[in-house]
C-alpha cells in the first residue's frame, strides 16, 4: 500500500469502534482500499459565508488534502453536473451532483447487503469507485457490475479501479433502468436516492435476493431501505434508520420551481401542524410519504416576516404556514389541499405513539410503494 497506510488503518479502526464495521472479511476490504487513490483527481470543500454556500477545490498538492481523504466524510467531486476540482480556481456557487460517499455509511450498507462467496452484486451509482473497490475485494471482480449515468464520471472511477489493481464490469446508463442484460442478481446495492424503488430492479434479482436503496422525497428527508424480491413482482422490507441522504437519482431531481403561483389567493385556517414540526426529520419524512413530491422554500412576506411554503408544481397545489402568536395558519390553494393530506398524515402517526424510522416497513409492487408504520 501507499502513504496512505496508517491512516487508512486509523479508519478501519474509527469505523469498527462506531459500529459500522462489523466482520473480518470488510475490514481486510477497508485495509487494502486506500481512499486517496479515488479521490486523486481533488474533492471540494465547502464554504459558506453571506448566506450562500460556495465550494473550492481542494488538490493533491494541498498539505490538507491527504487526511481529509481518510476522514468519515462524504467528500464532494463533482459541481453543477461538469465541474470537478482540477476545473477552478477559486469558488463555485452551484449545486454539487456526485460525491465520494462517507467510508462509515459505505461499509455499514455493504455489512447490511450480508453477501456471500459467489454472489453477484449490481451497484446502482458508481461515484469515484471506492464502494466499487471494496465489494471487488471481498466477492473477486468478475461478480461486480456498477452503473452511474455520468461517462466521465465513470472513466475516473475505471481508472482509480484500475490503479487499485480492480477491474469490474462498468456501464454508463440510467441506474434506474438497471442491467436487463446482465441478471440476475443477488444483490443491489445503491448509492443515489430515489422516490420510488424500479420495478426494473425488481425483475433483475433472484427470488430471495436483496435490494438496499435510499428512498425519499423533495423535502429531503431520506432512510435506507432492505428489501427481499419475493419472485412474484414485488419485495419487501423495512426502513434502517438512521437519517441516511444521498444525492438523487438525476432523473428523479425536482423540477426547478420557476414562478410561484400567488400565494395570496388561498383558503385559510389554523392547523395544529406547525411548519416547525418539518425540521424534525422523521415527522418531515411522514410529512413526505403524504406529498413525495412536494418542495419546501421559505419566502419573505409583504411584512418582511418567512412564510414556508410547500409546492407540488407537477399537481398545482400549494400551502404556506405562518406563525400567529401562538397558533399557526394554512393557506391552501390549487387542485388539492396539500396540507390536509400532511396534517392528516402527521397526525396519525402522532396518535399511534410516533414510532421510529426503523420500525417502518415498505413494500413495492406492480401498483405502487408504499411506506407504512406500526399501528
Known sequence: MSDGTELTRGLADRLAADGHLRSPRWRRAVLDTPRHEFLRGGFFQRVDGDGTTGWSPVMPTDPAWLPATYADESLVT?????????????????????????????VRMLEELHVEDGMRVLEIGTGTGYSTALLCHRLGDGLVTSIDIDEGVS?????????????????VGDGLAGDPDGGPYDRIVATCGVLEVPLAWLAQVRPGGRILVTVGGWMYASELALLTVDG?????????????????????????L????????????????????????TTRFVAQLAAPRTQRIRVASEGGKEVEVLLDADAGSWATLRRDGARWIVSQ???????????????????????????????????????????
Do not use: C, K
Open 155 to 171: 472513466v475516473r472511477a475505471r481508472n482509480a479501479l484500475g490503479a487499485t489493481g480492480h477491474t469490474p464490469r462498468l456501464l
Open 333 to 375: 390553494g390549487g387542485e388539492d389541499r396539500l396540507w390536509d393530506t400532511v396534517e392528516d398524515h402527521v397526525t396519525r402517526w402522532r396518535r399511534t405513539g410516533s414510532p421510529d424510522l426503523d420500525d417502518f416497513r415498505i413494500t413495492v409492487a406492480p401498483d405502487g410503494q408504499t411506506i407504512t408504520w406500526p399501528t
Open 232 to 256: 412474484e413482482g414485488g419485495a419487501h422490507g423495512r426502513l434502517l434508520g438512521g437519517q441516511v441522504s444521498f444525492m438523487q437519482a438525476r432523473p428523479h431531481l425536482p423540477p426547478p
Open 258 to 281: 420557476g414562478v410561484l403561483p400567488d400565494l395570496a389567493a388561498g383558503e385559510e385556517r389554523e392547523t395544529p401542524v406547525g411548519a416547525d414540526s418539518l425540521d424534525d426529520w
Open 78 to 106: 463533482q459541481i453543477a453536473g461538469t465541474v470537478v476540482p482540477g476545473d477552478l480556481h477559486g469558488r463555485i456557487h452551484r449545486p454539487p451532483t456526485s460525491s465520494s460517499t462517507m467510508p462509515g455509511l459505505v
